[in-house]
Antibody
Framework: EVQLLESGGGLVQPGESLRLTCATS????????MAWVRQAPGKGLEWVSA????????YYADSVKGRFTISRDNSKNTVYMQMNSLRVEDTARYYC?????????????WGQGTQLTVSS | EIVMTQSPATLSVSPGERVTLSCRAS??????LAWYQQKPGRAPRLLIY???TRATDIPARFSGSESGTEFTLTISSLQSEDFAVYYC?????????FGQGTRLEIK
């Protein structure tokens, strides 16, 4: 059974940093891309970032480029999101998702998410 | 950026009805579209990928199709568990983009 478990969310002030972690199991982690998708309260889904299976290729939404860094540790089956210079508008539930198909980044399996609140 | 526009925003339907949800893309692409279902307090669930392929364990009452820049999710006979928010997502070009969602509510 595929499992994705996010952690690391919390309440921070604008300008602060936080690191999210997504621990995975139940699939061949090194083979597949991973991504973060967020959802602000009462809003829709927003793709944030993605990383290739090898970890050598990364992608970011313009809204987080230069502030967020995605990485992965294939020895631990874990993906991370380092979030710096946090803004109020980054407040959202952050989901980790994998993409096990070919031909592009669809999101096959999702974690339950971790809540980030940025507020002074 | 490819903008995905879903319609309608909310749809009130009765159990047993057939329902069609629409998702229109601002640019043309083929096949790289997914549909997700999200229930309150839950993570999204992949329903359809490749515009028309059902994901694992998704019931046959869910189907997807495409025509030009218009993508459609059809639920042939609504069950009580199908009342949720549905999102489309394109994965043809970066950045990946989602539609704003269609809420299915009980009539």
């Amino acid at each position: 059974e595929v499992q994705l478990l996010e952690s690391g969310g919390g309440l921070v002030q604008p300008g602060e940093s936080l690191r999210l972690t997504c621990a995975t199991s139940g699939f061949t982690f090194t083979t597949f891309a991973m991504a973060w998708v967020r959802q602000a309260p009462g809003k829709g889904l927003e793709w944030v970032s993605a990383i290739s299976g090898s970890g050598t290729v990364t992608y970011y939404a313009d809204s987080v480029k230069g502030r967020f860094t995605i990485s992965r540790d294939n020895s631990k089956n874990t993906v991370y999101m380092q979030m710096n210079s946090l803004r109020v508008e980054d407040t959202a539930r952050y989901y980790c998702a994998n993409s096990v198909g070919r031909g592009g980044l669809r999101f096959d399996n999702w974690g339950q998410g971790t809540q980030l609140t940025v507020s002074s | 950026e490819i903008v995905m526009t879903q319609s309608p925003a909310t749809l009130s339907v009765s159990p047993g009805e057939r329902v069609t949800l629409s998702c229109r893309a601002s640019q043309s692409f083929s096949g790289t579209l997914a549909w997700y279902q999200q229930k309150p307090g839950r993570a999204p669930r992949l329903l359809i990928y490749g515009a028309s392929t059902r994901a694992t364990d998704i019931p046959a009452r869910f189907s997807g199709s495409e025509s030009g820049t218009e993508f459609t999710l059809t639920i042939s006979s609504l069950q009580s568990e199908d009342f949720a928010v549905y999102y489309c997502q394109q994965y043809s070009r970066w950045p990946i983009t989602f539609g704003q969602g269609t809420r299915l509510e009980i009539k």
